[in-house]
């Protein structure tokens, strides 16, 4: 069935290192791909959104590109910062519905 | 705006006893609802979702219901909680069609004791 997956956590890095999430899908129709985060002890908020092959979402200096050659829709940051520990989730709709990836548990430490 | 609400926050309820957590929509009409479930440490597991009132379609069998009884509303239910439901539930809302994505609304954390 349509699933999404996801790379394995908990991901930790430094204050202003570079990020990479990496996220594939499987290619049932001509999904819209999301992320979304979720901060600790909150629900989930969307971060970025792309609706077709070769958009580009971008949101609080995350991006992510639609790659329909490759299933994929990796997230990216140039420098990430402490108040970017959280959460991410991958997903892509799916009918009425929604498939989440895992989650990947991203720290950043000082 | 289009706002979610979803109560109470935090809840801790003995084994056998019945749930009750209301998830209410405004700023907008006949949206999709979903509720989800967050165990610790895991990601999100589809529990039911509504394209209507009264219409209620459930993705895993388990001890919990689901209602709407009104078009911006959606209730999560059990008559008697098991120690497995603990877990953090998260309430949606979707309108329209492909690539508007979920509100999420701030989640419910449940513990079964």
């Known amino acids: 069935g349509d699933s999404v997956t996801q790379m394995e956590g908990p991901v930790t890095l430094s204050e202003e290192a570079f990020l990479t999430i990496n996220c594939t899908y499987t290619?049932?129709?001509?999904?819209?791909l999301f992320w979304y985060v979720q901060y600790p002890g909150e629900g989930l908020q969307l971060l970025l959104k792309?609706?077709?092959?070769?958009d580009k979402g971008s949101n609080k200096g995350f991006e992510a590109t639609y790659r329909k050659e490759t299933t994929s829709f990796h997230l990216e940051k140039g420098s990430v910062q402490v108040s970017d520990s959280a959460v991410y989730f991958c997903?892509?709709?799916?009918?009425?519905?929604?498939?989440f990836g895992p989650g990947t548990r991203l720290s950043v430490l000082p | 705006s289009q706002t979610i609400h979803q109560w109470p926050a935090t809840l801790v309820q003995p084994v056998g006893s019945p749930l009750s957590l209301e998830c209410t929509v405004e700023?907008?009409?006949?949206?999709?609802l979903y509720w989800y479930r967050q165990a610790a440490g895991r990601g999100l597991q589809l529990l039911f979702y509504?394209?209507?009132?009264?219409?209620i379609s459930s993705e895993v069998p388990q001890n919990l219901s689901a209602s709407r009884p009104q078009d911006r509303q959606f209730i999560l239910s059990s008559k008697k909680l098991l120690l497995s439901d603990s877990g953090f539930y998260l309430c949606?809302?979707?309108?329209?069609?492909?690539?508007?994505?979920?509100?999420f609304g701030s989640g419910t954390r449940l513990t079964v004791v």
């Open positions: 997903a892509r709709d799916y009918g009425q519905n929604f498939v």
């Open positions: 509504s394209v209507g009132i009264g219409q």
């Open positions: 949606a809302w979707s309108v329209g069609g492909q690539g508007n994505g979920y509100t």
């Open positions: 700023g907008t009409s006949n949206p999709n």
């Open positions: 792309a609706t077709k092959a070769d």
């Open positions: 290619a049932t129709g001509y999904p819209s």
